[in-house]
């Protein structure tokens, strides 16, 4: 057998032993992420975010595909300025909440769902502190 028959011959039986594999564990998303107009707390059981006006939760844990992405449903409730009234609650909204993670930086891209409305894109990072102006 030449050598470029060997080669091939080694890269054949290396792609089969890859191809038997199990797939790689992906993790769950956890820590804490801030950044301008948005804080999120992320655990393995779920998310809190904070926003100048708002907060939302996501239910379930998050874990990115290979390439960092991840999509999960959960919930956004507006507020309002001023102080909350007795037995006023906000009413949360059904959400959802597209990102991709690289490294120490996360985009997160809320929409609601039951109307389609964008609420926005967000640049967080890793540890940071959010970067927040409560409503008035």
């Known amino acids: 057998m030449s050598r470029n028959g060997t080669a ?6 290396l792609w089969i032993a ?19 107009h948005a804080g999120l707390e992320i655990t393995a059981e779920g998310a809190r975010i904070e ?3 708002a907060h939302g939760t996501i239910e379930g ?6 390439a960092g992405r ?3 449903a959960g919930t956004h409730t507006a507020e309002h300025g001023g ?11 059904p959400a959802r909440y597209r990102g ?21 894109t967000f640049t967080l ?6 970067r927040l102006t409560k409503c008035l």
């Open 51 to 53: 926003y100048d006006c």
């Open 70 to 72: 991840f999509e999960a």
């Open 18 to 36: 890859c191809m038997g594999a199990a797939p790689a564990r992906r993790e769950a998303l956890t820590g804490n992420w801030g950044g301008a």
């Open 100 to 120: 991709k993670v690289a490294g120490k930086r996360l985009t997160l891209a809320v929409t609601l769902t039951d109307t389609g409305e964008d609420l926005g």
């Open 125 to 130: 990072t890793r540890d940071a502190p959010p």
């Open 83 to 93: 102080p909350v009234r007795e037995g006023e609650e906000g009413t949360g909204r």
């Open 8 to 13: 091939i011959g080694l890269l054949l039986l």
């Open 61 to 66: 844990s998050i874990v990115p595909d290979r």
